[in-house]
């Protein structure tokens, strides 16, 4: 899972690149109309209900700029948030503000959308012992910050990358030749503290990943019907995962058959933006 301290780890690098793709050399339009230096403030508002997320990358990406720039939030992350709702006054370089502004807005309304869609789905398992995951199905160079929106909406992060843990899909198991022996190189290559996960299509494939002993069992693209038949087939004896179409409408139906985790890649890749404005910047004499 993104924690608070991972993303300060590694935020940085990931605004400063997305701040050289919007200023290749100059902002031209901004220095324009400020050839000089002055200070100014300028308020975020909000525009339409939902969950704020990335408050604290919006205030960095102003800091990168203008290291005398702050800003005063009146929200935190996680908190719900109204049309209408002042959420913070940034104050700096009106030119940091000008050029900044942009970056910064990309991040806090991607952020805030995907918190914003994943409460929504959490709140269709409440009362329901199902885990809800995302996916690697994220916005290049936007993981940590989409990953880390996740868990501000309440969800649990699969895993971070490819480095993060054993996972074996279609593809993986062709190149073996059978779930068997794709299970049976992982246990041999991986580390013994790492959890074997694979992915099943059919009954058949659930069976075989039972007796070959996998830890995961991910139910593919089944229905209801073949997941509950496979579910009295792993018998506990694993830990199960739906994955595959899975649509908020149908989270109830899936919890209720009894699976430990349910993934859903449009947390990520579906979730649209959260409006949020920057308005009113001024001068301060």
Known sequence: MINGVTMKINVDDYILNT?????????????????????GRAELICKQDGV???????????????????????FKDGDDVKKGDLLGVIYGDIKAILSGERTALNYLQRMSGIATITKEYMNELEGYSTTLLDTRKTTPNMRPFEKYAVTVGGATNHRYNLSDGVLLKDNHIGAAGSITKAIQMAKAYAPFVRKIEVETETLEQVKEAVDAGADIIMLDNM????????????DKKAQTECSGNVTKERLKEIAEIGVDFVSCGALTHSAPIMDVSLKNLRPIE
């Open 19 to 39: 701040l050289k793709e919007d200023i290749t050399s100059e902002d031209v339009s901004t220095n324009a109309v400020m050839p000089e230096d002055k200070q």
């Open 52 to 74: 704020i997320c990335g408050l604290d990358i919006f205030r960095r990406t102003f800091e990168l700029l203008d290291s005398t720039s702050r800003f005063e939030a009146n």
């Open 223 to 234: 229905d209801d019907e073949t997941m509950m038949k496979a579910l009295e087939i792993i």
